[in-house]
């Protein structure tokens, strides 16, 4: 339940057989199933929190990236919508993170997303995650089978770590594990404006999300692929991201910590974020 804020901005070719095929398949669902199904959209009655779609604009080695989501959450299902705008030196990121949320009850899936540092000269650290999700409408709650049935948008969120991180970690009870990737500076350059390229073709052309292609994980390694190809080897754990940690830790694609078993109980952030809520440098005081 989203309590307007007094500040906030509020804005919240298939060929003709498939799509017949589609509209046949949801008649049992309604007209409105049917007609989502044909095509994506930018316009429907969006949840607050995806209700603003970010851009990224491009100067030289400069962006300035509008949109960036800060949600103030009181409770799990009480929040202050929000975002904000923010620039900087694409030279300034000097590392990735990834990001792994198990669900509750279903370890074997989970959400994923990727978290850029950000070092200017003589400043703090700073840090921006970026995660492909399902675009949801008020009331729209997320099934795997339902999600690969053209049902959902496809959206990129990016967002403030007080946002992704301790809105888990602190009101939704979920689990989250923070991994620093082996990427050079130069690749998590790279691989930043590959990101926001997509982001904002999604904010140009809508697309369907689906469970299994084109997903959270999937879009990472898409980004990952084209920076350096064939870096990642597709398996079964693509399709069971709450073991993409351990296709991450086998491919080297995250420092290793010992075992993996080692390496993914040092990346568990549960207790500090619990602990330095409120903190302006809390993505800092969570990754010591």
Not at 106 to 131: C, G, K, M, R, W
Request: a positive charge; glycine letters at 4%; aromatic letters at 10%.
């Amino acid at each position: 339940m989203p309590i307007p804020p007094s500040n906030a901005n509020t804005l919240c070719s298939r060929n003709r057989c498939v799509v017949a095929a589609l509209v046949a398949l949801s008649l049992a669902s309604g007209c409105q199933t049917a007609q989502k199904m044909v095509a994506p959209s930018q316009h429907r009655d969006w949840e607050p929190y995806y209700a603003v779609l970010p851009t990224a604009e491009f100067q030289g080695s400069r962006v300035n990236i509008q949109n960036v989501r800060y949600c103030k959450y009181i409770d799990a299902d009480t929040y202050v919508p929000d975002w904000y705008d923010k620039s900087f030196d694409v030279r300034d990121i000097r590392a990735v993170d990834f990001v792994l949320m198990p669900f509750p009850g279903n370890p074997a899936l989970a959400h994923t997303q990727i978290s850029f540092e950000i070092a200017p000269p003589n400043a703090p650290l700073d840090y921006l995650v970026v995660s492909a999700e399902v675009r949801k409408e008020k009331g729209e709650t997320y099934g795997p089978v339902k999600g690969s049935t053209r049902q959902f948008e496809l959206t990129y969120v990016v967002a403030d770590e007080r946002d992704s991180i301790l809105s888990q970690t602190n009101f939704k009870d979920r689990d989250v594990y923070l991994y620093r990737s082996t990427a050079t500076p130069e690749k998590a350059q790279r691989l930043f404006r590959d990101v926001m390229a997509r982001v904002n073709g999604l904010a140009a052309k809508p697309e369907f999300y689906d469970t299994l292609t084109n997903n959270c994980t999937t879009n990472i390694i898409e980004h990952i692929n084209r920076v350096q190809p064939r870096r990642v080897t597709y398996d079964y754990r693509v399709w069971l991201p709450g073991l993409s940690d351990k296709l991450a830790y086998d491919q080297g694609l995250i420092i290793r910590r010992g075992t993996f078993e080692q390496t993914k109980t040092a990346a568990y952030v549960n207790p500090k974020a619990q602990q330095y809520t409120g903190r302006e440098d809390f993505s800092t005081l969570i990754r010591r």
